[in-house]
Nanobody
Framework: QVQLVESGGGLVQAGGSLRLSCAAS????????MGWFRQAPGKEREFVAA?????????YYAESVKGRFTISRDNAKNTVFLQMNSLKPEDTALYSC?????????????????WGQGTQVTVSS
């Protein structure tokens, strides 16, 4: 049974930083691309960032977070991270991690195989 468990969310002031973690179990972690998505109230789920499978040599970002967020993976710990700097109020959302058994990273949420429950990030102005 695949499980993805996020942590690290919270309340932070604009300009602050948070580091999200997603611990995976029940799958051969290194074989999966890993991604972060977010959903704000009243809005659709949107792509945030992704890292390719295996060594994670390729990373992908939404334009809105480029230069502020960094995704990384630690295959020894079956964990993917999202370092978020220079946070803005518009980054407020429920952040979920996802896993996809693919060599081609897609930004469309319904293409991803497994999902976590999410961790809330709230950025105050």
């Amino acid at each position: 049974q695949v499980q993805l468990v996020e942590s690290g969310g919270g309340l932070v002031q604009a300009g602050g930083s948070l580091r999200l973690s997603c611990a995976a179990s029940g799958l051969t972690f290194s074989n999966y691309a890993m991604g972060w998505f977010r959903q704000a109230p009243g809005k659709e789920r949107e792509f945030v960032a992704a890292v390719s499978r295996w060594s994670g040599g390729n990373t992908y970002y939404a334009e809105s977070v480029k230069g502020r967020f960094t995704i990384s993976r630690d295959n020894a710990k079956n964990t993917v991270f999202l370092q978020m700097n220079s946070l803005k109020p518009e980054d407020t959302a429920l952040y979920s991690c996802a896993a996809d058994y693919t060599a081609v990273v897609l930004t469309t949420p319904n293409k991803w195989n497994y999902w976590g429950q999410g961790t809330q990030v709230t950025v105050s102005s």
